[in-house]
Every structure is written in C-alpha cells, then in structure tokens.
C-alpha cells in the first residue's frame, strides 16, 4: 500500500509556473502507476498527466506541450511541471495511483493542493 500526499499549489498569474509534487510513503512506490487529476468548482474530476511505473507518461489534451509528468524513484515522488498557466487551469490537484491499461484509480484520495491562476 502507498500513501499520497500533494503539495507545491499556490496562486499564480496566467502565464506563470508551477512545480505540484506527489510525495509517496510505502516500499512499493517504484510498482506504481501514478497520475495527476484535478478537479475545478462545479466540475468533474479528470485526469491530467499519467506515468507508469515503466517510465511511459500520456498528457490530457488541455495538458499536452504545457504540463510535464516525471517521477524520482530514489525520492518516492512524482511532479507536475505546469507552465504557461492559464485560467482555466484553477482547480485541486490530486495524485493517486492507477491500473495499465484502463486507468482506475487504484488508491484513496488524499486532500489534493490548490492551484489558482489569475487572469
């Protein structure tokens, strides 16, 4: 079993950056499917980054060439790497870990960490 915890959101101006980290107690870490989903005010949670315990990440679209998954084993964490920070990316962020190939969320959800963007 692995326990999660979110950490790095904050307030930010559109265009600006973020690092989120995904801090994992627990010996199997470097086993796990980890992703990143968020969830914003009267929304449903989705999914933003995804990477396997193999290394292989997948991006939602809104994601793809602004956001960047990456985990460090030694250190039992995965980040978030968010630049180019838009409006619309104001939600909490959660990690949780997931099944290959069909991506059920596997684990608990934790509290998750506030990103806000203004415009």
């Known amino acids: 079993q692995v326990h999660l915890v979110e950490s790095g959101g904050g307030l930010v101006q559109a265009g600006g950056s973020l690092r989120l980290s995904c801090a994992a107690s627990?010996?199997?870490?470097?086993?796990?499917?980890i992703g990143w989903y968020r969830q914003a005010p009267g929304k449903q949670r989705e999914v933003v980054a995804r990477i396997s315990s193999g290394g292989s990440t997948n991006y939602a679209d809104s994601a793809k060439g602004r956001f960047t998954i990456s985990r460090d084993n030694v250190k039992s964490t995965v980040y978030l790497q968010m630049n180019s920070l838009k409006p619309e990316d104001t939600a909490v962020y959660f990690c949780?870990?997931?099944?290959?190939?069909?991506?059920?969320?596997?684990?608990?959800w934790g509290l998750g960490t506030q990103v806000t963007v203004s415009s």
């Open positions: 949780n870990t997931y099944t290959d190939p069909n991506g059920f969320i596997t684990g608990s």
């Open positions: 627990g010996t199997t870490f470097s086993r796990k499917n």
